[in-house]
Every structure is written in C-alpha cells, then in structure tokens.
C-alpha cells in the first residue's frame, strides 16, 4: 500500500471512494450536478437494501467505491472510519486497482489518521510459515487533501511508525515460542536498539539476576531449558530535544515466550494461546521503538521481563518460597501464576532506574478475559490523572480501557502462613493479580497495571486484525507517551476519574 498525500486529485486515479454514514456522504467530493444525484439514487438503493457495502459505482462516468463507514454497535465514529478504510483496502486489492482516491479536504485530522490506520492495518500478513506465499497487490491510494496537505503528510508519517510498531508486536506474538525464545527476543530488542536513534540497551541473564536478587524472575525462568533475560531499554527524549517533560515513564512488559502453566499444567485447550503471553514485553518494546522514532520529548524506559514458563527438573514446587528483589518472601501457591512473579522484579528494577510513573502490561489473568472479553481491557492504578489519561489517549486511538478497582478488601487473602504473600488471592482473579503487584510498586510512584489477557489476541477476525495478535496496546502506550510529553498531566485536569 502506498499512500500518497496531494492537494487536489491528480486525475490519474481508478476509482474515487466515497465514505457513506446514514444514507449521508461523510466527505464532500468534487462532483458535477449528475454526478451529486447519482450518489443520492445509490444512497437511496442502499437504503432501500438494493445496494450494499463496498458498492462499486460508475460515478461521473469513474468507478467508484462506497463504503459504509458505520456497520457496527459499540463501535466509533473514529473506528469505524479504520475498519471502512481496512475493507476498502482489501478490497481494492482484491479487485487490482491500481491508484484509489480518497477525497478528504473536508477531514479532520483524527478521521485521516484514523483512515491511514485502516488502510496499514490491511496490509499485515503473517505468512513466515506458509510454504507458498500469496503477492498482494499494491494499490496507491491518493489522499486529496485540499488545504491540509502538511498537516495530513506529517499524521501519515506518525501513523506509518505507529503501524510499524503494531506490526512489531504482531510478528513478535504470533512467532512460535520455539522460534522466539527469550534469548532470540533479546537478539530482536537489540536489533531495534541498534537502528534506533536514542535508545540504549542494558541486558541482564540468569547468572546476573541472580546476583542482583531477582528471585521472581529466576523462580519463574529457572524450569525452562531456555534460560531467562530482563531487559531494559532507555531512552532520554528531553537530552535529545532539549525540552519537554520531567517525567520518566517506564513501560513493563510481561514477556512469557511461553506459559505451560509449569508444574500447575495448563489444560490443553487454554495452552496454543500462551504463544501470547510475551505481548506485554513485545508491546514494551514496540512503543519504546516508536517513541524514540517520533521523538517525543520525555524519558521513556521499557522493562521486558522475558521467560518461559515450562515443566523440568529445576522447575518451581509450588510451595516454594523466595525473596522478591524489594525484600519481600513470596510462597509460589500456583505455578501458573507466574506473569505476577517476573513483574514483581520489572516493577523494582522501574524504581531502581527512576520512573516517575510505570505502566505495566501483562496478558496477566483468565480471570480479566471473562470479566471483559476481546474488546476492552481492565486496568487498575493508584493515581487518577494516569488513570484518565489511559482512558483518553486509548480512546483517540480506538483501544477501549475500563479502570478496575484495586479493591483492599480482597488484600488479606494474598497473605501466606508462612512468607509475606502468595501468588494466588481471592475468587476475584484480576483484581488480586493487581494487589499482588501492588505490594511492588516502588514508593510514591504513580503506577498502572494493564491487563491485556483478553484483548491481546483474538482466534476470530475482529474489526482490523485476522485470527491471532491484535496489536492492541501499542497505540495507547504511545499517545500516552505524547501527552505526558505535552505536559498535558496537569493535576488541575483531572479531579477523578
Ligand atoms: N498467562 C495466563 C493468563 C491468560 C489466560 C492470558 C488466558 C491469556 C489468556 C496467566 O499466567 C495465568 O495462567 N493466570 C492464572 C492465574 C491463576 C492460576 C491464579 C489464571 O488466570 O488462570
Ligand atoms: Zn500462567
Ligand atoms: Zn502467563
């Protein structure tokens, strides 16, 4: 797919697009009178059933597409402009035309992102596994677009490293876990930190974090005949811009290249999906990528806590107690809570470099699965105005979030009889998993625990991903990241949540 900003429509296009909303067109295009009543007999048609989505019209004597630009319940205005945009796309390709123009003057800048996100999002293909690859075809797409072509080129530029990311965090997750381990994931961290401008690269293996004491880490990694890695990416946006924020925002990742459950198997219905469980770690690295890229300027760091969680002879007993890296004992009660083990040394190795706020992923319980399915993921955090800038920037870029309470009556019930805490807690799944990483927080540090289980990965097509990951995440992190930047965490903003 290329795309290609122009003011004015070059004429040499295939097909014009026309987005529809309502039996209304949404954006205004350059038509004679003829041409105006043709679009409103199709509207009509369309109305009336006779036509339907992705209808192909000759339109002042051009063929031209209408696409339904709101299908769906639950869905918004800015997301169903991506999942138009994804359809026309395939469209498109299917149908082998080579230049499509959209005629966007009358835009504004969120519906052309939001449509320069759905065209990307047509492109990813996962086909490293299949012995025959399919060529698809590449289709131009012209973006009239009239007076805010310097506004739009700079929204496609950040949408493509946006994509990139995604499309990072996509290869990394639906790699199989024999092809990405955690030392072949630290080889793909330092190939981003090599061809990323600004971003250094620290790499500890099991010997060192040993030494170190991060006993979390190591119980959990230590089963595997594929030793554990923590890695921590740096990068120093306000040194590189000479402006911006104070703040230091950390990213954790949970980077489970894959989750047997250990000793506490995993059924095998519930095991193919934990080829997953490092979407935390690969979207960590994803937005640290992306934000180096685009050169925000604040300090961003990124804690990939990278194991596998598997059955041998050093494996974890549960039963088994050791002392996490802030001094706290842990009684390891289910060896398939394991993702809460590893954070507990993310989340301290964040205060030993300096964050200011954390925000940690983790495809982290069943339990956030069944509480809020594919579609929107629960979150938890100690400070409001994270909270809502979480909320806000997911929800610029289509990724719902629901804040979930870190409920202290549930506290008592991650007390063991014998160490400080167990890893299992009560019947409310997420909400404990929260708690338990709570008590690893470093102090008066603002924190957010995502908990992407549900949303990271989809074994049906949803909205703009096919079966496998969705990417999810990623976007968030880097609006995130851009606000905190503008300085836009003003306390003044944010009563409550
Ligand atoms: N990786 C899983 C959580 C998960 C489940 C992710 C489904 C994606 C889809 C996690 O390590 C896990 O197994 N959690 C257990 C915790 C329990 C044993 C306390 C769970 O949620 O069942
Ligand atoms: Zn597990
Ligand atoms: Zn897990």
């Given amino acids: 797919m290329k795309l290609n900003i122009i003011s004015k429509e070059s004429g040499k296009a295939n097909a014009n697009t026309l987005f529809y909303v309502k039996q209304s067109v949404q954006f205004s295009a350059v038509l004679s009178e003829e041409g105006e ?12 059933g006779v036509f339907e989505d992705l209808e192909f019209v000759e339109i002042d004597d051009k063929p031209t597409i209408f696409v339904d630009a709101a299908k769906e319940r639950g869905i918004s205005s800015l997301d169903h402009l991506r999942m138009a945009a994804f359809r026309l796309a395939n469209k498109a390709a299917q149908k082998q035309i080579p230049i499509v123009s959209i005629m966007l003057a009358d835009a504004a ?9 759905g065209l990307h999002y047509a492109d990813y293909k996962f086909d490293a596994y299949k012995s025959k690859k399919k060529e698809r075809f590449q ?8 007076e805010h072509v310097n506004e739009f080129k700079k929204i496609a530029e950040d949408v493509a490293v946006e994509q990139k990311a995604v499309t990072l965090v996509k290869n990394l997750v639906n790699t199989p876990a024999a092809d990405l381990t955690p030392a072949e994931f630290v080889e793909r961290a330092k190939t981003v930190a090599k061809y990323t401008t600004g971003l ?12 170190e004491g ?30 911006g924020s104070q703040d230091h925002l950390v990213i954790v990742g949970k980077g489970l290249c894959f989750d047997t459950g250990g000793l506490c198997l995993k059924p095998p219905k519930s095991m193919p999906e934990m080829i997953s469980d490092m979407t935390g770690a690969a979207t960590a690295l994803a937005a640290i990528q992306a934000i180096a890229t685009l050169e925000l300027p604040i300090k961003v760091s990124a804690v990939l806590c990278l194991a596998e969680n598997a059955i041998g002879n ?10 996490a890296k802030n001094g706290k004992t842990v009684m390891v009660d289910n060896t398939d809570a394991e993702g809460r083990l590893v954070l507990s040394d993310g989340l301290a190795e964040a205060g030993l470099i300096g964050a200011t706020h954390i925000v940690d992923l983790a495809t982290l319980t069943g339990a956030m699965v069944r509480a809020l399915g594919y579609a929107v993921a629960g979150f938890f955090s100690n400070d409001d105005a994270l909270a809502l800038n979480i909320i806000n920037s997911g929800e610029a870029c289509c990724e719902k979030f629901w804040s ?7 506290a008592d019930a991650l007390k063991d009889k014998f160490a400080d805490l167990k890893n299992t807690g009560s019947d409310a799944g997420a909400i404990s998993a929260a708690l338990f990483l709570q008590e690893f927080v470093p102090e008066d540090t603002a924190w957010a625990h995502l908990d992407i289980a549900g949303t990271a990965f989809v074994d049906k097509k949803w909205k703009y991903t096919d079966y496998g990951a969705t990417g999810f995440g ?24």
Wanted: hydrophobic content about 40%.
């Fill in 314 to 323: 050093q494996s974890v007993l549960p039963g088994d107690i050791f002392t």
């Fill in 109 to 117: 800048d969120e519906q052309f992102k939001a449509i320069a996100h």
């Fill in 474 to 497: 990623a976007q968030t992190l880097i609006e995130l990241a851009r606000r905190m930047a503008a300085g836009s965490l003003a306390e003044s903003e944010y009563k409550s949540v």
């Fill in 404 to 410: 979930m309470p870190l409920e202290e009556e549930y």
């Fill in 37 to 48: 009543k043709q679009v409103d007999s199709v509207l009509t048609g369309i109305k009336d």
């Fill in 214 to 243: 991060f006993m979390g880490h190591v119980t959990v990694g230590k089963g595997s005949a594929r030793p554990p890695f923590m890695v921590t990416l740096s990068y120093n946006g306000v040194g590189r811009t000479g402006r």
């Fill in 139 to 146: 289709v131009t797409f012209e973006i009239a677009a009239g």
């Fill in 200 to 211: 250094s690269i620290k790499v500890r293996d099991m010997k060192q974090l040993e030494k």
